[in-house]
């Protein structure tokens, strides 16, 4: 992989605990920013998955409304809970559907 | 008739059965989702390149202009109100969406039936249109597109082409 010279501001503070901490750990500003984005993006990666497997739960009736709720938010909740609705009238709905004109 | 929203006629394009639904069915959709398509398809990536393949069949279906978009919030957008009002106006039996996030309100303000993508495909097979298996790898295709909402849920449609 290469890298790439990206141009971004940073709060004073920040850099100076950054700097800091790559005086003491012997690293500098790079490898620390690169570490920090590593750990966030595998974070947020591990959210999702996270968040994929609720839904699958929910879509397995192992899983209640509710819980689903608490974990992604109300309105992808009832996303996903209206998206359930449709596919268990999946049938119906393509028999309607292949019935049209 | 069908009235078509942006990502169910993307999704209809990136399982390449876009064709054969415009033949089957009376598709109908609306300027603003055309403008939409057109936006889309500057991309160059599989969004892009489906929504490009939606506009060069443009003479398969049929594009109002419908004004307004008294149905627009926070998740639905420009396109998907201006296909709730079109639908107001024709009064179609199914309005089709993929995006997830719409679907609940879209079935809160329309009379259609709301239907998804998947359920194109399984009506395409009972038509004797599309073979199972294909429809079935298809669907494979658009779940492996999708966010954390969307993947689990278009994986789970797969069982509709189960025999």
């Known amino acids: 992989m290469g890298t790439t010279r990206v141009n971004f501001r940073l709060p004073d503070e920040l850099v100076e605990k950054a700097d800091i901490a790559a005086k003491i750990t012997h690293k500098d500003r790079t490898e620390i920013v690169t570490e920090a984005l590593r750990a966030y993006l595998d974070e947020i990666e591990d959210e999702e998955a996270f968040k994929e497997e609720l839904v699958e739960l929910y879509l397995e009736d192992e899983l209640g409304f509710e819980v689903l709720k608490a974990f992604v938010g109300r309105q992808d909740a009832e996303a996903v809970r209206a998206s359930k609705t449709v596919l268990d009238q999946g049938e119906a709905l393509a028999d309607e559907l292949a019935e049209l004109e | 008739m069908i009235v078509a929203d942006t990502s169910a006629l993307i999704s209809l394009a990136t399982a390449e059965v876009d064709e054969l639904v415009f033949a089957e069915f009376e598709v ?61 106006q024709l009064e179609p039996a199914f309005l089709l969406t993929d995006d997830l996030r719409a679907l609940p309100e879209l079935q809160n303000v ?24 294909e429809a079935r790898e298809r669907l494979e295709q658009i ?13 789970r449609a797969t069982r509709l082409f189960e025999e």
Do not use: M
Not at chain 2, 112 to 127: C, D, E, M, T
């Open chain 2, 28 to 88: 109908e959709t609306t300027r603003t989702v055309i403008r939409e398509l057109e936006d889309t398809a500057e991309y160059d990536d599989p969004h892009g390149r489906a929504a490009q393949r939606v506009l060069d069949h443009r003479a398969q279906f049929t594009v109002h202009d419908v004004a307004g978009g008294g149905f627009q919030s926070s998740r639905i957008d420009r396109g998907e109100a201006s296909c709730a009002t079109l639908a107001h």
């Open chain 2, 110 to 133: 329309t009379a259609a039936q709301v239907a998804l993508s998947p359920i194109v495909l399984r009506a395409l097979v009972k038509r004797g249109a599309l073979e199972n298996g």
């Open chain 2, 143 to 155: 779940a492996a597109a999708r966010d954390w909402l969307g993947a689990p849920i278009y994986r």
